[in-house]
């Protein structure tokens, strides 16, 4: 796809993977909608992305309420009379058990990283279908592929968008529109500090080495962590999966599609692998609780 003149649309534009999406969008020449809840991290974006080549819409808006999904995308019809690449990447995640999860904080989960990629992407359709042209991006995670402990609410709410980008391409067969899930582990950003419900990157932090020890006393297996990915690291990969009109699950992260390949075939085999990091996890997180 040529990118120059094209209208990006960048949920989550304010942090993180978000920014670099939009920074690679801005040296392509793109005209760049970012969107997120903070002006001020957007205005900044923004010059950056005037600075790299780029065209500069901010919009502000909470992509949890469907209203706003839907003004996003109007107000930008209005403008520019298309969308051609929709990165839904706006998200967060929690941290508590299922037992201490409130539903409020599940209900939120769901909001931000599910409903907000059905109504946006639903709104922007119709006028891709028009032009016979697009491609919807959805960050989801490998969590959205396989299970990790004490953060079930944001682990459904991924596996959802798997499921529902699944879904969009069977009816978008036959058609020159794409859709795109994204699959990462860890990547450097504000993600693992801004979980609802307390920090689940310190809660890595602290169950991690606790894990090593007890894999050697227990004899299990060590967890097969990839390495973490810098924004722009993970940023260079989606955009090459735009770049080739790529419709699919993408794995940006060394191992992650195997490890969810053996999930699908054999579960227990993929959470064997990482039975003590779980342990570790549940362990620190039951300290923390009787320590408040
Ligand atoms: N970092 C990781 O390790 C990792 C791994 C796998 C998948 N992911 C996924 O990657 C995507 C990008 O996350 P990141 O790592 O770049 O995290 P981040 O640095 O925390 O950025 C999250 C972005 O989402 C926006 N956002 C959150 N709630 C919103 C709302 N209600 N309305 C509008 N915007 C909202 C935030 O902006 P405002 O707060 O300004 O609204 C921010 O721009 C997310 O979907 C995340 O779940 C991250």
């Known amino acids: 796809m040529t990118i120059s003149s094209s209208v990006v649309v960048v949920t989550g534009a304010s942090s993180g993977l978000g920014v670099e999406l939009s920074y690679e969008a801005a040296r392509r020449g793109a005209r760049v909608v970012l969107v997120a809840r ?12 005037t600075e790299l080549g780029g065209t500069a819409d901010v919009i502000v808006a909470d992509v949890s309420l469907e209203q706003e999904c839907y003004r996003v995308i109007d107000s930008t019809l209005s403008k520019y009379g298309q969308i051609d690449v929709l990165f839904n990447n706006a998200g967060r995640g929690n941290m508590a058990r299922v037992e201490d999860t409130p539903t409020e904080q599940w209900r939120s989960m769901f909001a931000v990283n599910v409903d907000s990629i059905f109504w946006l992407t639903a709104r922007a359709l119709p006028l891709m279908r028009a ?5 919807i991006v959805a960050i989801s995670s490998v969590a959205g592929r396989y299970g990790h402990p004490l953060n ?3 682990v459904a709410a991924k596996h959802a ?17 794409h859709a795109t899930t994204i699959c990462p582990a ?11 419900g307390g920090s689940i990157g310190t809660m890595y932090g602290a169950a991690i080495p606790r894990s090593r020890v007890l894999a050697r006393e227990q004899g299990l297996q060590t967890a097969p962590l990839s390495r973490m990915m810098t924004a722009k690291e993970c940023s260079d990969i989606i955009w090459n999966a735009v770049d080739t009109g790529r419709s699919d699950d993408v794995y940006t992260h060394n191992g992650t599609r195997e490890l969810a390949v053996l999930s699908t075939q054999d579960r227990c085999a993929q959470e064997d692998k990482f ?9 620190t997180y039951e300290e923390q609780r009787s320590s408040k």
Do not use: C, K, P
């Open 38 to 49: 903070r002006s001020d991290r957007l205005e900044e974006v923004a010059r950056q992305v």
């Open 131 to 135: 032009r016979n042209a697009g491609h």
């Open 186 to 196: 860890g990547i450097i950003t504000e993600w693992a500090d801004a979980t609802e």
């Open 161 to 177: 968008v798997v499921g529902f980008i699944a879904a969009l391409r069977t009816e978008l067969v036959g058609t020159n529109i």
């Open 152 to 154: 079930a609410a944001y």
């Open 275 to 283: 039975e003590a990091l779980w342990i570790a996890m549940n362990q």
